[in-house]
Protein backbone atom coordinates (compact mmCIF):
# COMPACT_ATOMS: atom_id res chain seq x y z
CA UNK A 1 0.00 0.00 0.00
CA UNK A 2 1.24 3.17 -0.68
CA UNK A 3 1.43 5.95 2.12
CA UNK A 4 -0.79 8.73 -0.04
CA UNK A 5 -3.37 6.29 -0.27
CA UNK A 6 -3.65 5.78 3.49
CA UNK A 7 -4.27 9.40 3.81
CA UNK A 8 -6.40 9.82 1.56
CA UNK A 9 -8.95 7.15 2.88
CA UNK A 10 -8.01 9.11 6.48
CA UNK A 11 -8.87 12.32 5.41
CA UNK A 12 -12.33 11.48 4.00
CA UNK A 13 -12.64 9.49 6.64
CA UNK A 14 -12.84 12.66 8.76
CA UNK A 15 -14.21 15.76 6.37
CA UNK A 16 -17.12 13.23 5.01
CA UNK A 17 -18.98 13.94 7.83
CA UNK A 18 -18.44 17.11 8.35
CA UNK A 19 -19.74 17.57 4.74
CA UNK A 20 -22.73 15.92 5.53
CA UNK A 21 -23.38 17.76 8.89
CA UNK A 22 -23.26 21.37 6.45
CA UNK A 23 -25.50 19.81 3.87
CA UNK A 24 -28.10 18.62 6.72
CA UNK A 25 -27.66 21.35 9.19
CA UNK A 26 -26.99 24.76 7.36
CA UNK A 27 -28.83 26.89 5.11
CA UNK A 28 -27.75 25.78 1.51
CA UNK A 29 -26.83 29.24 0.60
CA UNK A 30 -24.37 29.02 3.64
CA UNK A 31 -23.69 24.63 3.00
CA UNK A 32 -22.83 24.55 -0.59
CA UNK A 33 -19.82 27.08 -0.58
CA UNK A 34 -18.35 25.89 2.60
CA UNK A 35 -18.67 22.30 0.78
CA UNK A 36 -17.21 23.76 -2.41
CA UNK A 37 -14.29 24.94 -0.14
CA UNK A 38 -14.02 21.99 1.94
CA UNK A 39 -13.49 19.41 -1.33
CA UNK A 40 -11.75 22.27 -2.86
CA UNK A 41 -8.64 22.21 0.18
CA UNK A 42 -9.17 18.46 0.45
CA UNK A 43 -8.14 18.20 -3.36
CA UNK A 44 -5.18 20.00 -3.21
CA UNK A 45 -3.96 18.64 0.15
CA UNK A 46 -4.33 14.61 -1.39
CA UNK A 47 -2.53 15.89 -4.23
CA UNK A 48 0.50 16.75 -2.35
CA UNK A 49 0.70 13.61 -0.04
CA UNK A 50 3.88 11.80 0.03
CA UNK A 51 3.54 8.26 -2.28
CA UNK A 52 6.08 6.54 -0.15
CA UNK A 53 5.53 2.53 -1.05
CA UNK A 54 4.95 0.63 2.82
CA UNK A 55 3.87 -2.32 2.04
CA UNK A 56 2.01 -4.81 4.32
CA UNK A 57 2.94 -8.87 4.05
CA UNK A 58 -0.45 -10.71 3.16
CA UNK A 59 -0.51 -12.71 6.37
CA UNK A 60 -0.34 -9.51 8.65
CA UNK A 61 -2.83 -7.85 7.33
CA UNK A 62 -5.30 -10.99 7.76
CA UNK A 63 -4.37 -11.27 11.63
CA UNK A 64 -4.69 -7.42 11.99
CA UNK A 65 -7.99 -7.19 10.30
CA UNK A 66 -9.11 -10.51 12.32
CA UNK A 67 -7.63 -8.91 15.74
CA UNK A 68 -8.97 -5.09 15.61
CA UNK A 69 -12.81 -6.41 13.97
CA UNK A 70 -12.94 -8.58 17.15
CA UNK A 71 -12.51 -5.64 19.25
CA UNK A 72 -14.96 -3.92 17.57
CA UNK A 73 -17.40 -6.57 17.61
CA UNK A 74 -17.30 -6.84 21.50
CA UNK A 75 -17.13 -3.13 21.70
CA UNK A 76 -20.91 -3.69 20.99
CA UNK A 77 -20.70 -0.96 18.55
CA UNK A 78 -23.36 -2.09 16.16
CA UNK A 79 -25.48 -4.04 18.81
CA UNK A 80 -24.27 -7.35 18.05
CA UNK A 81 -22.88 -8.12 21.57
CA UNK A 82 -23.16 -6.22 24.64
CA UNK A 83 -23.07 -2.58 25.40
CA UNK A 84 -22.31 -0.65 28.02
CA UNK A 85 -24.81 2.11 29.94
CA UNK A 86 -23.40 4.85 27.88
CA UNK A 87 -25.01 3.38 24.54
CA UNK A 88 -28.60 4.24 25.70
CA UNK A 89 -27.21 7.59 24.91
CA UNK A 90 -25.36 6.66 21.80
CA UNK A 91 -28.41 4.14 20.54
CA UNK A 92 -31.12 7.20 20.80
CA UNK A 93 -28.64 9.75 19.06
CA UNK A 94 -28.45 7.60 16.21
CA UNK A 95 -32.06 6.34 16.13
CA UNK A 96 -33.12 10.42 16.38
CA UNK A 97 -30.79 11.15 13.33
CA UNK A 98 -32.75 8.35 11.41
CA UNK A 99 -35.98 9.09 12.41
CA UNK A 100 -36.24 12.93 12.24
CA UNK A 101 -35.45 14.99 9.28
CA UNK A 102 -32.26 16.88 9.43
CA UNK A 103 -31.53 19.13 11.99
CA UNK A 104 -33.42 17.08 14.12
CA UNK A 105 -35.69 19.74 15.77
CA UNK A 106 -37.66 18.09 18.29
CA UNK A 107 -40.54 21.09 18.85
CA UNK A 108 -40.88 24.35 16.96
CA UNK A 109 -43.66 26.74 18.64
CA UNK A 110 -43.91 30.59 17.37
CA UNK A 111 -43.16 31.24 20.85
CA UNK A 112 -40.98 29.51 23.86
CA UNK A 113 -38.60 27.43 23.73
CA UNK A 114 -37.21 25.89 20.38
CA UNK A 115 -35.82 22.34 21.30
CA UNK A 116 -33.27 20.41 19.36
CA UNK A 117 -30.52 17.98 19.10
CA UNK A 118 -27.54 20.25 19.58
CA UNK A 119 -24.49 16.93 20.16
CA UNK A 120 -21.39 16.34 18.35
CA UNK A 121 -23.22 14.34 16.30
CA UNK A 122 -20.48 13.86 13.16
CA UNK A 123 -19.47 10.31 13.66
CA UNK A 124 -23.08 8.95 13.38
CA UNK A 125 -23.64 10.75 10.10
CA UNK A 126 -22.81 8.00 7.60
CA UNK A 127 -24.47 5.64 9.01
CA UNK A 128 -27.64 7.27 10.05
CA UNK A 129 -27.69 8.52 6.22
CA UNK A 130 -27.47 4.85 5.11
CA UNK A 131 -30.47 4.20 8.17
CA UNK A 132 -32.38 7.01 6.40
CA UNK A 133 -32.23 4.92 3.11
CA UNK A 134 -32.29 1.23 4.67
CA UNK A 135 -33.72 1.37 8.23
CA UNK A 136 -32.37 0.70 11.37
CA UNK A 137 -29.90 -2.42 11.37
CA UNK A 138 -28.45 -1.16 8.29
CA UNK A 139 -27.61 1.94 10.46
CA UNK A 140 -25.82 0.04 12.56
CA UNK A 141 -24.24 -2.55 10.51
CA UNK A 142 -22.77 0.22 8.65
CA UNK A 143 -21.66 2.03 12.23
CA UNK A 144 -19.73 -1.07 12.84
CA UNK A 145 -18.09 -0.89 9.43
CA UNK A 146 -17.20 2.99 10.10
CA UNK A 147 -15.36 1.57 13.74
CA UNK A 148 -13.94 -0.72 12.27
CA UNK A 149 -12.21 0.87 9.24
CA UNK A 150 -11.51 3.74 11.88
CA UNK A 151 -9.44 1.01 14.41
CA UNK A 152 -7.65 -0.21 11.19
CA UNK A 153 -6.55 3.24 10.30
CA UNK A 154 -5.25 4.36 13.91
CA UNK A 155 -3.74 0.87 13.61
CA UNK A 156 -1.80 1.17 10.07
CA UNK A 157 -0.56 5.45 10.75
CA UNK A 158 0.99 4.23 14.45
CA UNK A 159 2.51 1.32 12.84
CA UNK A 160 4.13 3.40 10.13
CA UNK A 161 5.19 5.99 12.67
CA UNK A 162 6.99 3.31 14.75
CA UNK A 163 7.79 1.06 11.88
CA UNK A 164 6.36 -1.92 13.85
CA UNK A 165 3.94 -4.75 13.01
CA UNK A 166 0.61 -3.74 12.68
CA UNK A 167 -0.57 -7.43 14.73
CA UNK A 168 2.24 -5.56 17.69
CA UNK A 169 0.00 -2.28 17.18
CA UNK A 170 -3.33 -3.55 17.30
CA UNK A 171 -2.32 -5.52 20.76
CA UNK A 172 -1.05 -2.14 21.92
CA UNK A 173 -4.07 0.19 21.48
CA UNK A 174 -6.36 -3.04 22.86
CA UNK A 175 -4.35 -3.66 26.47
CA UNK A 176 -2.98 0.12 26.97
CA UNK A 177 -3.99 0.74 30.13
CA UNK A 178 -3.45 2.34 33.86
CA UNK A 179 -2.99 0.27 36.72
CA UNK A 180 -6.52 0.26 37.73
CA UNK A 181 -6.36 -2.95 39.21
CA UNK A 182 -3.72 -2.02 42.20
CA UNK A 183 -5.87 1.15 42.86
CA UNK A 184 -9.02 -1.19 43.05
CA UNK A 185 -7.26 -3.30 45.16
CA UNK A 186 -6.13 -0.77 47.43
CA UNK A 187 -8.73 2.13 47.43
CA UNK A 188 -11.69 0.96 46.23
CA UNK A 189 -14.38 0.84 49.11
CA UNK A 190 -17.34 -1.16 47.67
CA UNK A 191 -16.67 -1.59 43.78
CA UNK A 192 -15.23 -2.48 41.68
CA UNK A 193 -13.95 -5.18 42.85
CA UNK A 194 -11.23 -7.89 41.13
CA UNK A 195 -14.05 -10.90 41.68
CA UNK A 196 -15.65 -11.41 39.34
CA UNK A 197 -13.24 -10.52 36.31
CA UNK A 198 -15.90 -8.43 34.71
CA UNK A 199 -16.45 -5.41 36.91
CA UNK A 200 -15.43 -2.02 35.54
CA UNK A 201 -12.00 -0.88 37.26
CA UNK A 202 -12.20 2.16 35.51
CA UNK A 203 -13.78 4.09 38.59
CA UNK A 204 -11.95 2.82 41.46
CA UNK A 205 -11.10 6.52 42.15
CA UNK A 206 -14.45 7.96 42.12
CA UNK A 207 -14.96 10.79 39.92
CA UNK A 208 -11.60 10.65 38.66
CA UNK A 209 -10.65 8.48 35.72
CA UNK A 210 -8.04 8.59 32.83
CA UNK A 211 -9.81 5.68 30.20
CA UNK A 212 -8.45 2.87 28.61
CA UNK A 213 -8.18 2.67 25.07
CA UNK A 214 -10.60 -0.32 25.38
CA UNK A 215 -12.84 1.61 27.56
CA UNK A 216 -12.87 4.35 25.40
CA UNK A 217 -13.95 1.97 22.66
CA UNK A 218 -16.34 0.41 24.24
CA UNK A 219 -17.91 3.11 25.97
CA UNK A 220 -17.44 6.45 24.08
CA UNK A 221 -16.63 5.24 20.51
CA UNK A 222 -17.97 8.41 18.95
CA UNK A 223 -15.23 10.96 20.49
CA UNK A 224 -12.16 8.47 21.04
CA UNK A 225 -11.39 7.22 17.18
CA UNK A 226 -11.65 10.57 15.78
CA UNK A 227 -9.54 11.98 18.37
CA UNK A 228 -7.18 9.15 18.45
CA UNK A 229 -6.73 9.14 14.12
CA UNK A 230 -6.34 13.01 14.41
CA UNK A 231 -3.39 12.37 17.01
CA UNK A 232 -2.52 9.74 14.81
CA UNK A 233 -1.38 11.89 11.78
CA UNK A 234 -0.17 14.59 13.73
CA UNK A 235 1.94 11.98 15.05
CA UNK A 236 2.66 10.48 11.72
CA UNK A 237 3.87 14.24 10.47
CA UNK A 238 6.53 14.39 13.46
CA UNK A 239 8.54 11.43 11.73
CA UNK A 240 11.74 11.36 9.95
CA UNK A 241 9.29 9.59 7.07
CA UNK A 242 7.88 13.19 6.71
CA UNK A 243 11.36 15.73 7.91
CA UNK A 244 10.87 17.47 4.41
CA UNK A 245 7.04 18.08 4.85
CA UNK A 246 8.06 18.59 8.92
CA UNK A 247 10.21 21.40 8.10
CA UNK A 248 7.52 23.66 6.33
CA UNK A 249 4.56 25.81 7.39
CA UNK A 250 2.62 23.34 5.28
CA UNK A 251 2.79 20.47 7.91
CA UNK A 252 1.39 23.40 10.79
CA UNK A 253 -1.13 24.09 8.80
CA UNK A 254 -2.37 20.30 8.42
CA UNK A 255 -1.77 20.19 11.91
CA UNK A 256 -4.35 23.32 12.29
CA UNK A 257 -7.10 21.64 9.99
CA UNK A 258 -6.87 18.07 12.09
CA UNK A 259 -7.12 19.85 15.45
CA UNK A 260 -10.51 21.90 13.85
CA UNK A 261 -11.94 18.31 12.93
CA UNK A 262 -11.17 16.32 16.22
CA UNK A 263 -13.77 19.60 17.41
CA UNK A 264 -15.86 18.89 15.39
CA UNK A 265 -16.16 14.97 16.61
CA UNK A 266 -14.88 15.34 20.27
CA UNK A 267 -14.61 18.38 21.61
CA UNK A 268 -13.20 17.79 25.01
CA UNK A 269 -10.86 15.63 23.29
CA UNK A 270 -9.24 18.92 21.46
CA UNK A 271 -8.80 20.57 24.76
CA UNK A 272 -6.02 17.87 25.40
CA UNK A 273 -4.91 17.41 21.81
CA UNK A 274 -4.50 21.81 21.66
CA UNK A 275 -1.01 22.18 23.40
CA UNK A 276 0.07 19.47 21.47
CA UNK A 277 -1.05 22.19 18.71
CA UNK A 278 0.59 25.08 20.65
CA UNK A 279 4.08 23.31 20.48
CA UNK A 280 4.26 22.40 17.01
CA UNK A 281 3.32 26.18 16.08
CA UNK A 282 6.67 27.21 18.06
CA UNK A 283 8.85 24.04 16.95
CA UNK A 284 8.15 25.31 13.09
CA UNK A 285 7.21 28.61 13.32
CA UNK A 286 9.55 31.50 11.76
CA UNK A 287 9.43 34.23 14.85
CA UNK A 288 10.15 37.13 12.13
CA UNK A 289 7.28 36.07 10.34
CA UNK A 290 5.18 33.70 11.97
CA UNK A 291 2.49 33.62 9.68
CA UNK A 292 4.82 33.22 6.44
CA UNK A 293 4.12 30.65 4.19
CA UNK A 294 0.99 29.20 5.87
CA UNK A 295 -1.40 27.41 3.56
CA UNK A 296 -4.40 29.98 3.07
CA UNK A 297 -6.89 27.52 2.23
CA UNK A 298 -5.89 24.79 5.01
CA UNK A 299 -6.30 27.75 7.46
CA UNK A 300 -9.44 28.93 5.76
CA UNK A 301 -11.00 25.65 6.03
CA UNK A 302 -9.60 25.26 9.27
CA UNK A 303 -11.57 28.37 10.58
CA UNK A 304 -14.68 27.09 8.78
CA UNK A 305 -15.12 23.98 10.55
CA UNK A 306 -14.26 25.40 13.73
CA UNK A 307 -16.45 28.34 13.61
CA UNK A 308 -19.65 26.09 12.43
CA UNK A 309 -18.88 23.43 15.47
CA UNK A 310 -18.16 26.19 17.97
CA UNK A 311 -21.85 27.86 17.10
CA UNK A 312 -23.74 25.06 16.64
CA UNK A 313 -22.13 23.29 20.23
CA UNK A 314 -22.72 26.56 21.92
CA UNK A 315 -26.50 27.00 21.51
CA UNK A 316 -26.40 24.19 23.90
CA UNK A 317 -25.37 25.63 27.51
CA UNK A 318 -24.78 22.30 29.18
CA UNK A 319 -20.68 22.85 29.29
CA UNK A 320 -21.10 26.35 30.68
CA UNK A 321 -20.69 25.67 34.34
CA UNK A 322 -16.37 25.72 34.25
CA UNK A 323 -14.08 26.27 37.36
CA UNK A 324 -11.84 24.08 39.50
CA UNK A 325 -12.19 21.40 41.74
CA UNK A 326 -10.33 20.61 44.88
CA UNK A 327 -9.01 16.87 45.06
CA UNK A 328 -7.19 15.83 48.65
CA UNK A 329 -3.51 15.30 48.14
CA UNK A 330 -3.23 11.81 48.49
CA UNK A 331 -5.91 10.81 46.42
CA UNK A 332 -4.67 13.08 43.65
CA UNK A 333 -0.94 11.22 43.85
CA UNK A 334 -2.38 7.48 44.02
CA UNK A 335 -4.85 8.64 40.70
CA UNK A 336 -1.77 10.54 39.01
CA UNK A 337 0.69 7.37 39.91
CA UNK A 338 -1.14 4.66 38.84
CA UNK A 339 -3.18 6.13 35.53
CA UNK A 340 0.03 6.39 33.80
CA UNK A 341 1.81 8.87 35.97
CA UNK A 342 4.06 6.16 37.20
CA UNK A 343 4.62 5.03 32.78
CA UNK A 344 5.17 8.55 32.49
CA UNK A 345 8.08 8.80 34.40
CA UNK A 346 9.78 5.61 33.42
CA UNK A 347 10.19 7.79 30.00
CA UNK A 348 11.93 10.29 31.32
CA UNK A 349 15.26 9.27 30.76
CA UNK A 350 14.41 8.42 26.92
CA UNK A 351 12.45 11.70 26.69
CA UNK A 352 13.19 14.18 29.26
CA UNK A 353 14.04 16.60 26.41
CA UNK A 354 11.24 16.01 24.23
CA UNK A 355 8.53 18.96 24.83
CA UNK A 356 5.88 16.17 23.92
CA UNK A 357 6.49 14.29 26.84
CA UNK A 358 7.00 17.56 29.54
CA UNK A 359 3.52 18.57 27.81
CA UNK A 360 2.29 15.23 28.70
CA UNK A 361 3.08 15.08 32.29
CA UNK A 362 1.47 18.65 32.62
CA UNK A 363 -1.91 17.38 31.60
CA UNK A 364 -2.16 13.99 33.24
CA UNK A 365 -1.02 16.51 36.51
CA UNK A 366 -3.62 19.15 35.79
CA UNK A 367 -6.54 17.85 34.27
CA UNK A 368 -8.25 16.32 37.42
CA UNK A 369 -8.54 20.25 38.57
CA UNK A 370 -10.56 21.18 36.12
CA UNK A 371 -14.20 21.01 35.46
CA UNK A 372 -16.33 21.64 32.61
CA UNK A 373 -19.75 21.01 32.74
CA UNK A 374 -21.78 19.00 35.25
CA UNK A 375 -20.38 16.02 35.37
CA UNK A 376 -16.89 14.14 35.33
CA UNK A 377 -16.84 13.93 31.53
CA UNK A 378 -13.92 16.81 30.71
CA UNK A 379 -10.80 14.65 32.97
CA UNK A 380 -12.10 11.39 31.01
CA UNK A 381 -12.38 12.79 27.67
CA UNK A 382 -9.80 15.54 27.56
CA UNK A 383 -7.55 13.08 28.66
CA UNK A 384 -8.30 11.05 25.51
CA UNK A 385 -4.79 12.76 23.69
CA UNK A 386 -2.07 12.90 26.54
CA UNK A 387 -3.51 9.26 27.32
CA UNK A 388 -2.73 8.34 23.72
CA UNK A 389 0.57 10.05 23.28
CA UNK A 390 1.77 8.07 26.22
CA UNK A 391 1.17 4.96 24.44
CA UNK A 392 3.06 6.21 21.91
CA UNK A 393 5.79 7.10 23.78
CA UNK A 394 5.87 3.42 24.89
CA UNK A 395 5.60 1.80 22.46
CA UNK A 396 8.60 3.94 20.63
CA UNK A 397 10.31 2.17 24.13
CA UNK A 398 9.26 -1.33 24.19
CA UNK A 399 9.82 -1.86 20.39
CA UNK A 400 13.41 -0.35 20.02
CA UNK A 401 16.43 -3.10 20.61
CA UNK A 402 18.33 -0.60 21.78
CA UNK A 403 16.44 0.26 24.71
CA UNK A 404 18.06 -1.71 28.18
CA UNK A 405 16.46 -4.47 28.94
CA UNK A 406 15.54 -3.44 32.95
CA UNK A 407 13.60 -0.26 31.16
CA UNK A 408 11.72 -2.60 28.88
CA UNK A 409 10.97 -5.05 31.42
CA UNK A 410 9.81 -2.56 33.88
CA UNK A 411 7.73 -0.97 31.27
CA UNK A 412 6.46 -4.78 30.53
CA UNK A 413 5.65 -5.29 33.60
CA UNK A 414 3.67 -2.36 34.36
CA UNK A 415 1.46 -2.77 30.98
CA UNK A 416 0.84 -6.50 32.19
CA UNK A 417 -0.74 -5.08 35.00
CA UNK A 418 -2.75 -2.51 33.09
CA UNK A 419 -3.79 -5.28 30.71
CA UNK A 420 -6.24 -6.23 33.59
CA UNK A 421 -8.62 -3.30 32.95
CA UNK A 422 -8.95 -3.93 28.92
CA UNK A 423 -9.62 -7.44 29.63
CA UNK A 424 -11.84 -7.32 32.55
CA UNK A 425 -13.86 -4.75 29.95
CA UNK A 426 -13.66 -7.68 27.16
CA UNK A 427 -14.66 -10.19 29.46
CA UNK A 428 -17.27 -8.53 30.45
CA UNK A 429 -18.63 -8.73 27.21
CA UNK A 430 -18.11 -11.54 26.24
CA UNK A 431 -20.12 -13.28 29.81
CA UNK A 432 -22.95 -10.79 28.81
CA UNK A 433 -23.16 -11.44 24.92
CA UNK A 434 -22.85 -15.34 25.72
CA UNK A 435 -25.17 -15.21 28.47
CA UNK A 436 -27.87 -13.52 26.44
CA UNK A 437 -27.72 -15.91 23.72
CA UNK A 438 -27.21 -19.40 25.21
CA UNK A 439 -28.18 -18.93 28.80
CA UNK A 440 -31.45 -17.16 28.96
CA UNK A 441 -34.66 -18.40 27.95
CA UNK A 442 -36.47 -16.18 25.46
CA UNK A 443 -39.28 -15.65 27.66
CA UNK A 444 -36.91 -13.88 30.21
CA UNK A 445 -35.18 -11.45 27.39
CA UNK A 446 -36.46 -7.86 27.74
CA UNK A 447 -38.05 -5.84 24.56
CA UNK A 448 -37.17 -2.22 24.55
CA UNK A 449 -39.48 0.52 26.05
CA UNK A 450 -42.03 1.08 23.10
CA UNK A 451 -43.70 3.99 25.19
CA UNK A 452 -41.96 7.86 25.63
CA UNK A 453 -39.45 7.79 28.55
CA UNK A 454 -38.56 11.11 30.38
CA UNK A 455 -35.84 9.88 32.50
CA UNK A 456 -33.01 7.47 32.88
CA UNK A 457 -31.76 6.12 35.58
CA UNK A 458 -27.72 6.50 36.53
CA UNK A 459 -25.85 3.52 36.12
CA UNK A 460 -25.32 0.98 38.83
CA UNK A 461 -23.17 -1.74 38.25
CA UNK A 462 -22.20 -2.31 34.89
CA UNK A 463 -22.55 -5.94 34.32
CA UNK A 464 -25.32 -6.28 35.56
CA UNK A 465 -27.13 -3.45 33.44
CA UNK A 466 -30.64 -3.92 31.41
CA UNK A 467 -30.65 -7.09 32.63
CA UNK A 468 -32.10 -9.78 29.97
CA UNK A 469 -31.33 -7.42 27.24
CA UNK A 470 -28.12 -7.26 25.44
CA UNK A 471 -28.35 -3.88 23.41
CA UNK A 472 -28.47 -0.68 25.79
CA UNK A 473 -32.28 0.82 24.45
CA UNK A 474 -33.56 2.43 26.88
CA UNK A 475 -34.37 5.52 25.52
CA UNK A 476 -36.61 5.51 22.52
CA UNK A 477 -36.33 9.29 21.77
CA UNK A 478 -34.31 11.74 23.35
CA UNK A 479 -37.55 14.14 22.38
CA UNK A 480 -39.09 13.72 25.75
CA UNK A 481 -36.09 13.19 27.99
CA UNK A 482 -35.99 15.65 30.98
CA UNK A 483 -33.48 14.78 33.53
CA UNK A 484 -30.37 16.40 34.16
CA UNK A 485 -28.23 14.57 31.64
CA UNK A 486 -30.50 15.00 28.68
CA UNK A 487 -29.29 18.61 29.04
CA UNK A 488 -25.96 17.45 27.02
CA UNK A 489 -28.23 16.60 24.40
CA UNK A 490 -31.35 18.85 23.94
CA UNK A 491 -31.21 22.85 24.11
CA UNK A 492 -33.38 25.71 23.43
CA UNK A 493 -31.68 27.26 20.84
CA UNK A 494 -34.04 29.82 19.97
CA UNK A 495 -32.05 32.72 20.75
CA UNK A 496 -28.69 30.55 18.97
CA UNK A 497 -26.75 32.35 16.41
CA UNK A 498 -26.46 29.16 15.01
CA UNK A 499 -30.44 29.05 15.19
CA UNK A 500 -30.86 32.61 14.01
CA UNK A 501 -27.99 32.51 11.06
CA UNK A 502 -26.99 29.40 9.83
CA UNK A 503 -29.90 26.78 10.65
CA UNK A 504 -31.98 25.37 8.00
CA UNK A 505 -35.20 25.14 8.78
Not at 84 to 101: E, G, K, M, Q, T
Not at 191 to 212: A, C, N, R, V
Not at 389 to 397: H, L, Q, W
Amino acid sequence: MKIHWLHRITWLYLTLPFIIFCLGWLRLTIAIPITVVIIFTLWRLLKLDPSIENKLPVNQVFYMLMITGLWVFLSGVGGYTFQNWDHNWRNAVLRDLISYDWPVFYSTPEKGPITMLVYYVGYWLPAALAGKLLGWQFANFILFLWTWLGVLLVTLHISLKLKVSAIKISLLLILFSGMDEVGTLLFAKEYPTLWPPITHLEIWSGSLQYSSLTTQLFWVFNQAIPAWLCCALILESNSLLFEQQRQSSRSFSRKILLWSLCFFFAPLASIGLFPYLVIAWFKQADFKSPFKNLRIDLLLSSGIIFLISYLFFSSNSAAGQRGLQSIPFTDFLAFFLLEGGILWLLLAPFKWRDISWITTGVLLLTLPFIQIGNGRDFVMRASIAPLFYVMVMTGEIIFQNNTSRFYRFAIAVILVLGALTPLYEINRSIYRTYDYYFALDKTQRVPPPSQPVVHLEQPGIPEKEHPGSLTANGIPTLKFMTDELSKNFIANVRQSLYYRFLSAR
